[in-house]
RNA sequence: GGGCGCGUAGCUCAGCGGGAGAGCACUCGCUUCACACGCGAGGGGUCACUGGUUCAAUCCCAGUCGUGCCCACCA
């Protein structure tokens, strides 16, 4: 079998996937690679994508990055499961099967809950795999027989027992307050799902007259209160000064006169009040404020809730108000006001508008009886978590987020009016008293208990936040409430790796719940990446439109070019901007490893079982190896450090760099000749060092690295399965010594051929002025490749004096000389001189000028100020050799 | 109003207390027996600005300007 001339990732991955996944090679368990025992767990749960979704970019990063730990981890003997499945994202889900409706011109309504739920169970049968068949082509290694959907009968359970258990113990509660009411889609939000957008609004400013005691208007006396909302002026029931506002002492107590609505309402004395701001005086509406309805409270006022849940004027606003909707009202609530005379001015006004992240619209506070978990309990012990190093952020400075968040976290809201989720298990006697219960009958008999007889039950029809379900995954995935080996075996889980925008969403929460039920952190580590954004540096969204398809990535350039171009920008800290160029450059190094095992299986080298890295004698040989264990140390660095485009960059370089530019055409020479035992040793360390390559660029490019390792071999293996190379011990000083002098020769000669415009075929003679023996060794031992890659075709050292026509160059102690008599172009050669000489001397001048300095020489480490010394004086000999250069130059 | 980050070659970005780097783009030369998705050579940067610490600053500190994001109940 032969490598075809090209590689076509688009004929390779799905048979190579097909494979992996058939052979059971994803699949956890202490199982694994040939070496290794597989004692130790090594564990990532996937962010679970919605079952509604598609892969987008950032799904490619952050699934490109975990792939790479768990293959990184599963080569090097660890029983590694990374956990899949996905989420029923129950808003975006529930709207995306609505939308389907709306063309039949159906609601959930028309349907009945049962119906509608059926349906969106058929539509999640229909097109959730979506996504779980996107991360296979991209090559994840994900566990996929142990997929899990946060709606499935185990992790319901699980929802529920949590429920059940923190209502138990006081930490879920049902409350009477405002909450985030999206007025499109008819349900509570938590704050996290508010977006506070910058705007101009405006103020308008009212007068509201004051009363006497007897009701009746005070003739032209007001108290002016200014607001951005108009239309919730119907739901006044207050205004408020500060207790220490002279101007209004005496107003304190009495009322004023809420205009069109007609309604005496108390001018009350509150700290919330601040003097500073308009008039001092503020209007209060404790049904549609958040701080208004803190006042309200303190000050014992009512509470008029103005608003339906289209978030149109209600019943409780005068008639001709009634059904407009809030921003009709607005209008002519001012216009009305203007008529009236009440209305002191306008201005422009800078503001935030609260709008709701899945519908769009704006958000409005309204008072409902709804469900929160008592958030502020459980940060405690998931602050003290981060505080003492149990679970690490990776960059650190995120844990800073997550500190501020975790210290002012607000009770979160769970409960959600739609249908698609886990229905909230509790049920309501006929007075409205809940009975949070594992089932009906539970609660059946807490309610007999209650009222001392049989009475109905209704359930509350509400469901759970989404984020409640995820919260769990860590644990509920792997098989909790019930104490399975796998809960045993992977929990806590290794390491997290998310985006920073669902910190808040989600790590955190993982972390409270983790905590509280497991008693043990969720994950040791919590690697946040960047996100993708778009060229304006835009997050990408759905709504935005401003969506690249990393599918069509893939199928232009591969998966391979796309992780690894993804893995190169992956630095800690920064957003990463995809550009085509960049991936194409990458597609081509796919090809460039492809066209370096073609080359090797032409020169016939085939991995042997039998060689011994640390037994070789050719120093080439000996170079390749130390720079593949440097290459592979690199590596190993930067994955546990978590700085993915370093290894991407140590292999990129090892392999482009040092292998194909160097490499293999060093060893050229040696495969042409006729020295058997070299030319045996070469050809298995050739093999040997492409498998080390394969290896070492697996985690990232596993397609083409598992693909070659199936075809340059007959072994029964997967590169997925084997083991991390272990090269410690292999690096070589004097070989790399060695080896960088040859590259210097070579480039030097390559340099004054290029510059000299010699004629590219023209064979030259090579000498070395002044070069020691150990220089003149190496020439010796080099030659054959030195002449190839420098096409020379006689060389030595050189005893006499430099030949006129000569070009020299420096290259440590030695000159290098290049007869060219009747080629050498006078002035190009000045000029080339020239330039050297203009590139050496501010270099000169800054060392002379350090070394000069006496609190350099005093206070800076000896080893530094030798070292700086010997550069000066390399510089210096170097600028001697120039210059004689010139001096030949002249007699020409 | 708080907080975080960023400003390094034309573009996208690494690096970071003692010799300015990569990819792409650009220039020149190559059908060199793996690869033109290639090979060789090259041009290009007061490392935003100002001040400080230090023997030494692109790197540390302070400030300025520009830029991006997150959080926040500002009538």
Known sequence: MSLDKTYTPHDVEQRIYEQWENSGAFACGPHKTSGGEGDDAYTIVIPPPNVTG????GHALNNTLQDILIRYNRMNGK?????????????????????????????????GRDKFIARVWDWKAESGGTITRQLRRLGASCDWGRERFTMDEGLSTAVQKVFVELHREGLIYRDKRLVNWDPLLHTAISDLEVENKEQTGKMWYFKYPVANSDGSVRDGEFVTVGTTRPETMLGDTGVAVHPDDERYTDLVGQNVILPIVDRPIPIVADEYADPEKGSGAVKITPAHDFNDFEVGRRQDLEVINVLDHNAAINENAPEHLQGLDRFEARDAIVKEMEGLGLLEKVEENPMTVPYGDRSGVVIEPWLLDQWFVDAKVLAQEAIKAVEDGRTTFHPKQYENLYFEWMRNIQPWCVSRQIWWGHQIPAWYGPDGHPFVAYSEEEAEIAARTHYGQDVNLTRDPDVLDTWFSSALWPFSTLGWPDETPELKR????????????????????????????MKEVPFKDVYIHALVRDEK???????????LDPLELIDQFGADAVRFTLTSQAVQGRDVKLSTSRIEGYRNFVTKIWNAARYAE??????????????????????????????CAQIENAIDAYRFNEAADAGYHFTWGAFCDWYLEFTKPILNG????????????????????????????PYVTEELWTQITDRNTQLMLSDWPKLSGLESADAESEMDWVVRLITAVRQVRSEMNVEPKAQLTLRLKDANAETLARLDTHRDLIHRLARIENSGALDGEVEKGSVTAVLDEATIVLPLAGIIDVAAEKTR???????????????????????????????????????????????????EALARLADL
């Open 490 to 517: 992977y929990y806590p889980t290794d390491c997290l790796v998310t985006g920073f925008d669902i910190i808040f969403f989600w790590v955190a929460r993982m972390m409270m719940m983790g905590l509280h039920f």
């Open 54 to 57: 598609s892969l987008h970019m």
């Open 602 to 631: 032409m020169n016939d080298c085939k991995p042997d079982a039998n060689f011994d890295p640390a037994k070789v004698d050719l120093t080439v040989n000996r170079w390749i190896i130390g720079k593949a264990a440097e290459a």
């Open 674 to 701: 006729d020295d058997e035992a070299a030319k045996s040793e070469t050809r298995a360390t050739m093999a040997w060092a492409l498998d080390q390559i394969l290896h070492m660029l697996h985690p990232v490019m």
């Open 833 to 883: 001189l020239d330039k050297e000489i203009k590139k050496l001397d501010p270099e000169i001048m800054k060392y002379e000028k350090k070394l000069s300095n006496a609190g350099f020489l005093a206070k800076a480490p000896a080893e530094v100020v030798s070292e700086q010394k010997e550069r000066l004086e390399g510089l210096k000999a170097d600028r001697a050799k120039l210059d």
């Open 537 to 547: 540096g835009q997050k990408m969204s759905k709504s935005k439109g401003n969506v």
């Open 79 to 111: 029983d590694t499961l990374w956990q899949p499945g996905t989420d029923h994202a129950g808003i975006a889900t529930q709207m995306v099967v609505e939308r389907q409706m709306e063309a039949e011109k159906l609601s959930r309504h028309d349907l």
